[in-house]
């Protein structure tokens, strides 16, 4: 884990963040970025043993106690409610709540079952519905917060074997824009961000994954494959005081492969 000399900008002293998903993949490079700019972070995420192998690296990188770990099932509107509690607890305040927490099945359309369906749209979907409602009442308390919902740049082209996912992720979209309607009179922001596909870790791709990220680099106007380090930087930015002018948008992340 490398935590400094990233040439940062963006300041997030004493930000209050709640990172869902933020243990694994892309999750957890967020809450590096984060923290790494003075961000206090709550590691939230299903697996609690590996949010605090996490939250425990980052803290003794850092000499302090910024990441405080938990585990959370976002689907569950009692789980969500317990994690706003404690972010409040450990820092007095949530400025800030990502909803990365994702679900990304690759299914032939046909073997979708109801089952299935109904699971992808939870995870994806009700999660960032739980998590918003769960952390409101303090933003507004408070006069101020962000939300950043993770979308996904595949609501612009579709995929034929990810119909479950698609769907679920421009539901987020349509909840990022109508929410941002609901909460800008209480001075909360809500935005999107929209990643292409993203090697979290490109040592565990098997060579059809490195297939298919190639043929998507011969597609984007940058000619390399998305790294984590190509979104944190987005959602620091969002994260912080120098994007409160902005609400009800997504940013696509993706290397110039879709333009709308």
């Excluded at 884990?1 to 990172?19: A, E």
């Excluded at 106690?65 to 969500?80: A, I, L, Q």
């Excluded at 359309?109 to 979907?125: M, Y």
């Excluded at 992720?169 to 922001?189: E, H, N």
Aim: aromatic residues 4%; contains cysteine; negative net charge.
């Amino acid at each position: 884990m490398i935590l400094i000399d990233r040439g940062l900008i963006v300041n997030l002293t004493d930000r209050s963040i709640i990172v869902t998903g933020g243990a694994n993949g892309l999750g957890r490079e967020y809450t590096v970025a984060l923290a790494v700019r003075g961000a206090n972070v709550l590691v939230a995420d299903l697996d609690r043993d590996a949010a605090e192998v996490v939250a425990d690296k980052i803290n003794a990188e850092l000499g302090d106690r910024r990441c405080v770990p938990t585990g959370v099932d976002t689907t569950s509107e009692e789980d969500t409610r317990r994690l706003a509690a404690e972010a409040l607890e450990a820092f007095g305040k949530i400025d800030v709540l990502i909803n990365n927490v994702g679900l990304y099945p690759h299914t032939d359309f046909d073997d979708i079952t109801l089952e299935l369906w109904r699971r992808v749209i939870s995870v994806n979907l009700d999660s960032p519905f739980l998590c918003a409602k769960a952390v409101v009442p303090a933003m507004r308390a408070a006069g101020y917060g962000k939300i950043i919902n993770v979308a996904s740049n595949l609501i612009f082209m579709g995929l034929p074997e990810m119909t479950h996912y698609v769907a679920a992720k421009a539901g987020v979209v349509g909840f990022t824009r109508a929410l941002a309607r609901a909460l800008g009179p209480d001075g909360i922001s809500v935005n999107a961000i929209a990643p292409g596909a993203t090697a979290a870790n490109p040592a565990a791709l098997d060579s059809v994954g490195i297939s298919r990220l190639e043929a998507i680099v011969g597609h984007q106007c940058l000619n390399w494959a998305e790294r984590p380090e190509d979104l944190s930087g987005v959602i620091a930015f969002l994260a912080s005081s120098d994007s409160d002018f902005i609400s009800g948008q997504v940013l696509t992340v993706d290397g110039g492969l879709t333009m709308h």
